[in-house]
């Protein structure tokens, strides 16, 4: 972008230092302060140097990353700090009952300013010069700052030849602006946190939820001392393809996926082949890459965040952070114990258009104890003085460290159980306990307590692929998998269930199926064969073996739905087994087959084990040694 050389000269009237330009405000007004890095720095230095002359003047933010200078406890009858969204810079001075926090999603901000609700006196803000036609670009926080603009009754801008022009809908006329603030100083910059293992671990479990094609956002929020979510998540869609990106905020991680390859926008419903965002926050060099290039696309909060925009997206990801979860599957993101610590931002907005969009997903992350291990962030109920963002009405996907749990469309005893198995295991017995206290699962549940407080076994996870291409994860049983095996059991013919259970029986009562999905993992094993389907996967194929301590072998069993027979399933589910028994050091197998059940019979006698057998009254006795 070419700017104009000469555009001091040319609008000398509207030109004045900070010092002059920070002069007209009067005390008692209210001055809304550009988002981000793209805070004007030095026009809030000139502010906060005028404290001393100033009273009641209310600081209204999404928040800053500059250091506040106006958020201190001396200037607390000076400035009255209003923040949409709580940044590490004013926590303390909010906490305090210093400065105001104002709950509210993202997308309706805008419709505060617009409608008078909450009226601007001033707004400082950060632009580019202008160019030839007498246009400057809002650059890097488009977001709620082009709002702030249109409504403010007067705007000082400090204008910035380091601040990158920005294509899309980030543009205002100069003479939109009253007084104009030269300023060549470099941008405020942040760079991304260091990974830590266990935002690594969420990253990768959510990485598993995002397909080819998808459309991502990244939320506002941190994990408190693990990092920013984003970064952690980024390292591993790096060998995604076709994804594209409809954020609120991007990052430097952002440039990591493009050089991939991974991201290029190229299925994208709406904005096809671009990035869209409404600020962004990170290095120079992403700068640099978002100056002038078309594959950027900034647009305001009341496009980026408006759900209606966001559902149009199929395959729609939003990826958000929580501060803690209870096991109804209420969210709340802003605080904790009472103490607030962040805000709403565009949770509820992309929860809801991801939630509606065409195969879309909302997922929301958290670590599954505090940063110090002493507590869950996965509770019974809600710590008192938490409020509630997302209605346990509203919540689909919540991941942890430990895993996923699909809480969408579930009753109230498959999310208990589903979140309790994606806590941190030295919890998870007291909130099994507690679980049943709360009358939130069955009193009889309470006899297999003891076999879900193991977290799942990551080592029996592989993958089958059929001739067909399609791909069947193995994994071990779960907990949350009682209703998946219930409806697996009933689709089963009587023939099969005969050759499986010996018997012909054509009900299963609800113990039964606690007895296959409960597992005592200390010395049995069970794992499943699942394929995904709309409402998230089924089970087709269910393998198990039972130790028998004294002789050091395990009794043996698998099953394979009927319609999926055929497709060397049994034979694959046998050798993962045999492998997991060898690991643990067991001697081998045991399996009781009936005379009829050829399929099994030859599963075994190609084993490429040892293999005895025995034929007693139409049954064969096998022994498998390894």
């Given at each position: 972008?070419?700017?104009?050389?000469?555009?001091?000269?040319?609008?000398?009237?509207?030109?004045?230092s900070?010092?002059?330009?920070?002069?007209?405000?009067?005390?008692?007004?209210?001055?809304?302060i550009?988002?981000?890095?793209?805070?004007?720095t030095?026009?809030?230095?000139?502010?906060?140097?005028?404290?001393?002359?100033?009273?009641?003047?209310?600081?209204?933010?999404?928040?800053?990353?500059?250091?506040?200078?106006?958020?201190?406890?001396?200037?607390a009858?000076?400035?009255?700090?209003?923040?949409?969204?709580?940044?590490?810079?004013?926590?303390?001075?909010i906490?305090?009952?210093?400065?105001s926090?104002?709950?509210?999603?993202?997308?309706?901000?805008?419709?505060?300013?617009?409608?008078?609700?909450?009226?601007?006196?001033?707004?400082?803000?950060?632009?580019?010069?202008?160019?030839?036609?007498?246009?400057?670009?809002?650059?890097?926080?488009?977001?709620?700052?082009?709002?702030?603009?249109?409504?403010?009754?007067?705007?000082?801008?400090?204008?910035?030849?380091?601040?990158?022009?920005?294509?899309?809908?980030?543009?205002?006329?100069?003479?939109?602006?009253?007084?104009?603030?030269?300023?060549?100083?470099?941008?405020?910059?942040?760079?991304?946190?260091?990974?830590?293992e266990?935002?690594r671990?969420?990253?990768?479990?959510?990485?598993?939820?995002?397909?080819?094609?998808?459309?991502?956002?990244?939320?506002?929020g941190?994990?408190q001392?693990?990092?920013?979510l984003?970064?952690?998540?980024?390292e591993?869609?790096?060998?995604?393809?076709?994804?594209?990106?409809?954020?609120e905020?991007i990052?430097?991680?952002?440039?990591?996926?493009?050089?991939?390859?991974?991201?290029?926008?190229?299925?994208?419903?709406?904005?096809r082949g671009?990035?869209?965002a409404?600020?962004c926050?990170?290095?120079?060099?992403?700068?640099?890459?978002?100056?002038?290039?078309?594959?950027?696309?900034?647009?305001?909060?009341?496009?980026v965040?408006?759900?209606?925009?966001?559902?149009?997206?199929?395959?729609?990801?939003?990826?958000?952070?929580?501060?803690?979860?209870?096991?109804?599957?209420?969210?709340?993101?802003?605080?904790?114990?009472?103490?607030?610590?962040?805000?709403?931002?565009?949770?509820?907005d992309?929860?809801?258009?991801?939630?509606?969009?065409?195969?879309?997903?909302?997922?929301?992350?958290?670590?599954?104890?505090?940063?110090?291990?002493?507590?869950?962030?996965?509770m019974?109920?809600?710590?008192?003085?938490?409020?509630?963002?997302?209605?346990?009405?509203?919540?689909?996907?919540v991941?942890?460290?430990?895993?996923?749990a699909?809480l969408?469309?579930?009753?109230?005893?498959?999310r208990?159980?589903?979140?309790?198995?994606?806590?941190?295991?030295?919890?998870?017995?007291?909130?099994?306990?507690?679980?049943?206290?709360?009358?939130?699962?069955?009193?009889?549940?309470?006899?297999?307590?003891?076999?879900?407080?193991?977290?799942?076994?990551?080592?029996?996870?592989?993958?089958?692929?059929?001739?067909?291409?399609?791909?069947?994860?193995?994994?071990?049983?779960?907990?949350?998998?009682?209703?998946?095996?219930?409806?697996?059991?009933?689709?089963?013919?009587?023939?099969?269930?005969?050759?499986?259970?010996m018997?012909?029986?054509?009900?299963?009562?609800?113990?039964q199926?606690?007895?296959?999905?409960?597992?005592?993992?200390?010395?049995d094993?069970a794992?499943?064969?699942?394929?995904?389907?709309?409402?998230?996967?089924?089970i087709?194929?269910?393998?198990?073996?039972y130790?028998?301590?004294?002789?050091?072998?395990?009794?043996?069993?698998?099953?394979?739905?009927?319609?999926?027979?055929?497709?060397?399933i049994?034979?694959?589910l046998?050798?993962?087994l045999?492998?997991?028994?060898?690991?643990?050091?067991?001697?081998?197998?045991?399996?009781?087959?009936?005379?009829?059940?050829?399929?099994?019979?030859?599963?075994?006698?190609?084993s490429?084990?040892?293999?005895q057998?025995?034929?007693?009254?139409?049954?064969?006795?096998?022994?498998?040694?390894?």
């Amino acid at each position: 972008m070419e700017f104009d050389s000469n555009w001091q000269e040319r609008y000398a009237a509207m030109v004045r230092s900070p010092q002059k330009a920070l002069k007209e405000i009067r005390s008692g007004q209210r001055v809304f302060i550009g988002t981000g890095c793209g805070e004007p720095t030095e026009l809030v230095k000139a502010l906060t140097a005028r404290a001393g002359e100033l009273s009641d003047v209310e600081i209204i933010q999404l928040f800053t990353k500059g250091d506040a200078s106006y958020a201190r406890k001396k200037y607390a009858d000076c400035f009255r700090l209003n923040s949409f969204f709580i940044g590490q810079n004013v926590r303390d001075m909010i906490q305090e009952g210093l400065g105001s926090y104002t709950p509210i999603f993202l997308s309706n901000i805008p419709h505060l300013f617009n409608t008078g609700l909450l009226p601007l006196d001033v707004a400082l803000i950060q632009t580019t010069p202008p160019n030839r036609h007498g246009k400057v670009s809002l650059g890097i926080s488009v977001d709620i700052v082009k709002s702030a603009v249109e409504n403010a009754s007067l705007i000082i801008a400090q204008v910035n030849p380091q601040m990158p022009w920005t294509r899309g809908d980030s543009v205002i006329d100069i003479y939109d602006i009253d007084i104009l603030v030269p300023a060549d100083v470099p941008l405020i910059e942040r760079e991304d946190d260091s990974t830590h293992e266990i935002s690594r671990m969420i990253g990768r479990n959510i990485a598993t939820l995002v397909p080819d094609g998808a459309t991502i956002q990244f939320g506002l929020g941190r994990m408190q001392g693990l990092g920013r979510l984003p970064h952690a998540t980024m390292e591993f869609l790096k060998d995604k393809k076709d994804l594209g990106i409809h954020s609120e905020m991007i990052t430097d991680s952002i440039l990591h996926l493009i050089r991939s390859g991974a991201v290029n926008g190229a299925r994208k419903s709406s904005d096809r082949g671009r990035i869209v965002a409404s600020f962004c926050m990170g290095t120079k060099e992403l700068y640099d890459a978002v100056n002038d290039n078309p594959l950027f696309c900034f647009r305001p909060t009341e496009y980026v965040n408006d759900f209606r925009v966001i559902s149009q997206q199929t395959k729609m990801v939003a990826i958000n952070m929580a501060q803690e979860i209870d096991l109804t599957g209420q969210i709340c993101s802003d605080s904790q114990a009472g103490m607030l610590y962040s805000g709403i931002g565009g949770l509820v907005d992309f929860n809801r258009g991801a939630t509606v969009s065409k195969e879309g997903k909302s997922i929301v992350a958290l670590p599954s104890t505090s940063l110090d291990g002493s507590r869950s962030n996965i509770m019974t109920q809600l710590s008192p003085g938490s409020g509630v963002s997302i209605t346990r009405g509203a919540v689909s996907y919540v991941v942890t460290e430990y895993g996923v749990a699909y809480l969408y469309g579930k009753s109230v005893q498959e999310r208990v159980m589903a979140l309790i198995a994606i806590a941190h295991p030295k919890f998870r017995e007291q909130l099994f306990r507690e679980a049943i206290e709360a009358h939130y699962i069955r009193p009889d549940m309470a006899r297999v307590g003891d076999k879900i407080i193991l977290p799942t076994d990551e080592t029996m996870r592989t993958v089958l692929l059929l001739e067909d291409g399609t791909q069947m994860t193995i994994r071990s049983i779960q907990p949350t998998d009682e209703p998946l095996m219930r409806d697996l059991v009933y689709t089963l013919s009587r023939e099969t269930i005969y050759y499986r259970f010996m018997s012909s029986q054509v009900a299963f009562s609800h113990r039964q199926i606690q007895d296959f999905v409960y597992v005592d993992h200390r010395k049995d094993v069970a794992i499943v064969g699942t394929v995904p389907e709309a409402h998230g996967e089924d089970i087709v194929a269910v393998g198990r073996y039972y130790l028998d301590e004294k002789t050091n072998r395990a009794e043996v069993a698998f099953v394979v739905r009927d319609d999926w027979q055929g497709r060397r399933i049994g034979s694959f589910l046998f050798k993962h087994l045999t492998d997991l028994a060898k690991r643990n050091g067991i001697a081998g197998f045991t399996a009781e087959v009936l005379r009829d059940n050829i399929r099994m019979q030859t599963i075994f006698n190609h084993s490429g084990h040892r293999v005895q057998t025995r034929l007693v009254e139409g049954v064969y006795s096998f022994v498998i040694d390894f």
